[in-house]
């Protein structure tokens, strides 16, 4: 039977729950359990897919093609696994299912209420993903008291209770406001926050104390007295330097004693050094470099979560610090490629959708081309790159994507109406078809070319697996005017463009995948890896 440990919020949203499950997750594996990672949103939409990047953050997505919050990538980048569709569901999720099982009579008549049909079918979903794990650890979404996360508490509530349960442990993370004013730190709202989850009838066994300064131990006395947790369950989580020093932090700090005395797990000595060596580097590295990441939805960072931190995994392993030059790809429109990339020893342009920015990108990826600066195009930032070879070397000067025009005369990113899905499924795909399901999303094979810097990045292997996530393809009608023209087809996947590179050019490589959904900071990304020791190369 699997034990579970819950994560919950409380004060206020974005306190770090997904670093806190993502560590616990990790130092658990690394002392050798077999540890599974599950997180619950309370909002409605079915999943984040159609939610705005600058609303929700980055859309992850998994090997099994589901389109989930983005600390599922936390998960992998800390536990260094691969998650499927069932390490993530939505109250949306939830309803629908119970209204379809409503619908075909599998309630025989019943009057479907939130006790016990919703929550008995949230209860149902979180032991599937604890099947095969020693430990499942859960983060809940949301603060306490949110109406959305009710049924959530009550689901975590009745499983402290349920016999096929083998055990359960609660972890609350909280705020502790410093107010300079007064020069105090305050436990009220932490205060609070608890007798809100016990009136629901959860009390927790460890505080996660999220704060900017220290806690001194007669603070941390006093707020372990008032929550009625053991004074070694009060766990501080202080501003760290790298979100990946946190679980050395809590390890220091014997967050795993209450957690294995609680749920009788023994002894637990993690091997984290080489965790913590790469730790070192990402804080005091040897080298630099500067990529110039030239993208649209700059407002809200967390829309390249993990892009971005991809680039801290490729630094670590090279022992260089990797400084992001934002660059809007709207500005450029304006004050030109040069102007904004200039000081930068790289150029990435990044994933989007829509044509927002894109003329700016098509520029950044000219600048990169014909001045021979390391270029990395992801996604769109492939497609891109294939338009702008058209139009400047191919002299096809109306070449563009029919996402931007539907009725241009050179698509050189047109749409597969009839492609096949992972499942081998036709999927009917046209210029209006809805935005949600319609994408080619998840794990998919690419063959390599030989002699390709591809195949080189990824030691040689002929055959490499990365995540899609994107609507369009690369025309093949034109790859033999491309090809003869200098740029080179290096990757395919069943007879769609995968990856292209230009001849004559120290290093250029488009791809259509997005490589950072399986970089993970003690595995990076081999593509994502060989750009960035090309760009410290030019520094």
Known sequence: MTKYIFVTGGVLSSLGKGITAASIGTLLKHSGKKVGMLKIDPYINVDPGTMSPLEHGEVFVTKD?????????????????????TANFTTGQVYSSV?????????????????????????????????????????????????????????????????????????HVTLIPYIKAAGELKSKPTQHSVQELRRIGITPQMIIARSENPLPKSFKKKLAMSCDVHQDAVIEAN???????????????????????????????????EWDSLVKKIVQPKGKTTIGFVGK??????????????????????????????????????????????????????????NRGVEGKIQAIEYARTNKIPY???????????????????????????????????????????????????????????????????????????GSILREAYNGEKIIYERHRHRYEANPAYREQLEKAGMIVTGESNGLIETVEIKDHPWFLGVQFHPEFTSRLQTPNPSILAFVKASLEAH
């Open 376 to 450: 990395l195009g992801i996604c769109l930032g492939m497609q891109l790159t294939l338009i702008e070879y058209a139009r400047n070397v191919l002299g096809l000067e109306d070449a563009n994507s029919i996402e931007f025009d539907e009725n241009c005369k050179n698509p050189m990113i047109y749409l597969i109406s009839d492609f096949l899905d992972q499942n081998g499924e036709a999927q009917l795909r046209t210029h209006n078809s809805p935005m949600g399901g319609t994408l080619r999303l998840g794990e998919y094979p690419c063959e390599t070319k030989e």
């Open 297 to 354: 939805y700059l407002e809200l960072k967390e829309s390249y979560k993990s892009l971005t931190e991809s680039l801290i995994h490729s630094g670590a392993h090279l022992d260089a610090r990797v400084e992001i030059c934002w660059v809007d790809s709207e500005e450029i429109e304006d004050k030109g490629a040069e102007a904004l990339l200039a000081d930068c020893d790289s150029v990435l342009v990044a994933g989007g959708f829509g």
């Open 99 to 171: 209204i379809e099982r409503e619908r075909a009579g599998g309630y025989l008549g019943q009057t479907i209420q939130v006790i016990p049909h919703i929550v008995g079918e949230i209860v149902s979903r979180i032991k599937e993903a604890g099947e095969g794990h020693e430990i499942l650890v859960v983060e809940l979404g949301g603060t306490v008291g949110d109406i959305e996360g009710l049924p959530f508490m009550e689901a975590i509530r009745q499983m402290k209770h349920d016999e096929d349960v083998a055990g359960t442990f609660f972890v």
């Open 239 to 273: 501003d760290a330097a790298s979100i990946y020093d946190v679980p050395m932090s809590f390890l220091r700090q014997g967050i795993l004693n209450p957690i294995a005395k609680n749920l009788e797990l023994g002894e637990l000595n993690p091997d984290m050094e």
């Open 65 to 85: 093609g589901a389109e989930t919050d983005l600390d599922i990538g936390n998960y992998e980048r800390f536990l260094d696994t691969s998650y499927l569709k």
